[in-house]
Nanobody
C-alpha cells in the first residue's frame, strides 16, 4: 500500500505563488509517475500536470501551462508543484497521485493523496 501526503496549500492573493509538495511512502510498483489533479467546488476533478519517473517527461493542462512547474525530487518519491501567477480560478483542492506512467486522466493513477486546499483571493 502507498501513502501520499500533500502539503503547502494555503491562501494567497491573485498573482502570488505557492509551492505544493507530495511525498510517497510504502510499497508500490516501480518505476512510477506522479501527477497533480484539482477539484473546485461543484466541479469535476481535472488534470493539472504530471511527471515521469525520470523527470524527463512532463505534461500540463493548458490552463496552467507557463504558470505551473512540476519537479521530482532526487529520491524519486517526492514531487513538487510550483504555482506562479495564481488566479482565483485556480482555487481548488489539489491532489497528488501515483501511477505507472505519466497519464492525463485520473484513471491512469492507482494511489491518491487526501488533498490540500489552495485558495486564491481576488
Amino acid at each position: 500500500q502507498v501513502q501520499l501526503v500533500e502539503s503547502g496549500g494555503g491562501l494567497v492573493q491573485a498573482g502570488g505563488s505557492l509551492r505544493l509538495s507530495c511525498a510517497a511512502s510504502g510499497r508500490t510498483f516501480s518505476p512510477y509517475a506522479m501527477g497533480w489533479f484539482r477539484q473546485a467546488p461543484g466541479k469535476e476533478r481535472e488534470f493539472v500536470g504530471c511527471i515521469s519517473w525520470s523527470g524527463g517527461i512532463t505534461y500540463y493542462a493548458d490552463s496552467v501551462k507557463g504558470r505551473f512547474t512540476i519537479s521530482r525530487g532526487n529520491a524519486k518519491n517526492t514531487v513538487a508543484l510550483q504555482m506562479n501567477s495564481l488566479k482565483p480560478e485556480d482555487t481548488a483542492v489539489y491532489y497528488c497521485a501515483v501511477g505507472r506512467g505519466p497519464a492525463l486522466h485520473g484513471t491512469g493513477y492507482d494511489y491518491w493523496g487526501q488533498g490540500t486546499q489552495v485558495t486564491v483571493s481576488s
